[in-house]
């Protein structure tokens, strides 16, 4: 089956008790039993939930996967991983990052005696240093956020396959439309699903995909004992978005193409950060591991100057200033202040975060009013 029709069918029976096409939401904490310890297969909505079982079964349908778990958001999901970890562990992560994570890792992580490493991935060997016999996860990120930088999934999978270490794969980016991470290699795939999967801005969400059976076993352990689930209403909205990804995900595409070019031809535009450049340094890996190069790119000015960047961020009329990325609508973000505060700014300078970065979610509107507008805050 093509993936386009398992966007609209994966995961997704009609209800039993009316026919309705789109599954129910089971909005319910309990469930009633026949006897004690007799059910039918629910007992109590953090442990099921027929909404999100759908769900979980559909995202991994179209991640090519085995099991799916779905989480209240992408940091719930990333915590969930690191969870499989205990005091005394190592982690290589990637040095581009989620602010997000990083602050996860560093904060709360590092306090659980977690030790990490950020690491350059772009050379797939560069995490071979760090490996010992302490280290047992590798996180990446491809493309990263919010410099586009590329990771060598198969490569990475690899040296994690030889070195019996688990691969973390953040795709949010892509999404599952775009690159599919457990056929090159990886052990588990991370989505926010409050982005593109969702589609629409209107739902906090995450997920984790998988293969091995005792890993799902594991993460479900943590699933439910921790709690941190999604409701059904958010599965619905999930689960909604999930049947016109591949049609938003080509305008994404073909929207991001034009204005990364049209970026690149602005006399008054410095450096622009996107993937599908043939002249970017992980386009050749990118062409092979992915369909496509989406709508995130970051950019800066000549006058790279942060005042110089607060004054196109403020001037978008169509392109909203706003956290967050891969909704119908376009976002402008300022990654230093905004998604990636939580890093030191020495740390983000030497990454080549910069304190004028301007990164961009592009949407599916009309891609001339799109560029009409980033030229007006341009000036």
Not at 93 to 106: C, E, I, Q
Not at 149 to 155: K, P, S, Y
Not at 321 to 328: D, I, K, T, Y
Not at 345 to 356: F, H, V
């Amino acid at each position: 089956m093509k993936l386009s029709t398992k966007l609209i069918h994966a995961g997704v029976e009609p209800d039993p008790s009316t026919g309705a096409i789109m599954t129910p939401i089971y909005q319910t904490s309990t469930y009633v039993q026949s006897a004690p310890g007799v059910n039918k297969g629910y007992e109590y909505a953090r442990s099921q939930n027929p909404t999100r079982f759908a769900l979980e079964s559909a995202l991994a349908h179209i991640e090519n996967g085995k099991h799916g778990l779905c989480f209240s958001s992408g940091v719930a999901a990333t915590d969930a991983v690191l969870r499989l970890l205990v005091p005394g562990d190592e982690v290589i992560a990637a040095n581009d990052m989620y602010g997000g994570t990083y602050r996860l890792f560093t904060k709360i992580f590092e306090k659980a005696g977690i030790k990490f490493h950020f690491v350059n991935m772009q050379n797939a060997s560069a995490i071979r240093p760090f490996i010992n016999d302490k280290t047992r996860l590798v996180w990446a990120e491809t493309p990263t956020n919010p410099l586009m930088n590329i990771v060598d999934i198969a490569a990475l999978a690899a040296i994690c396959r030889e070195r019996k270490v688990l691969l973390t794969v953040d795709n949010t980016f892509a999404s599952h439309y775009l690159q599919n991470p457990l056929d090159l290699g990886a052990d588990i795939v991370l989505h926010s699903a409050t982005k593109y999967l969702g589609g629409h801005s209107d739902v906090i969400h995450g997920c984790l995909v998988m293969n091995d059976d005792q890993l799902r076993d594991q993460l479900y352990f943590i699933q439910k004992s921790c709690g941190a689930v999604p409701g059904p209403q958010d599965c619905f909205l999930v689960l909604r978005g999930l049947k016109t990804l591949h049609v938003r995900m080509d305008r994404h595409c073909s929207n991001g193409a034009a204005i990364a070019h049209w970026l690149r031809q602005h006399p008054k535009v410095g450096q622009v950060y996107w993937c599908g450049f043939e002249d970017h340094p992980g386009y050749a890996v990118a062409s092979r591991q992915m369909r496509g190069f989406g709508g995130m790119m970051s950019f800066t000015l000549k006058d790279d100057s942060p005042e110089a960047a607060k004054k196109v961020l403020s001037s978008t009329k169509v392109f909203a200033l706003a956290e967050s990325l891969g909704g119908v609508e376009s976002l402008i973000n300022h990654p230093a202040t905004m998604t990636h505060a939580s890093i030191p700014r020495e740390q983000r300078i030497a990454n080549g975060l910069s304190d004028s970065l301007i990164r961009l979610s592009v949407g599916i509107e009309d891609v001339d009013d799109l560029i009409e507008d980033l030229n007006q805050a341009i000036g």
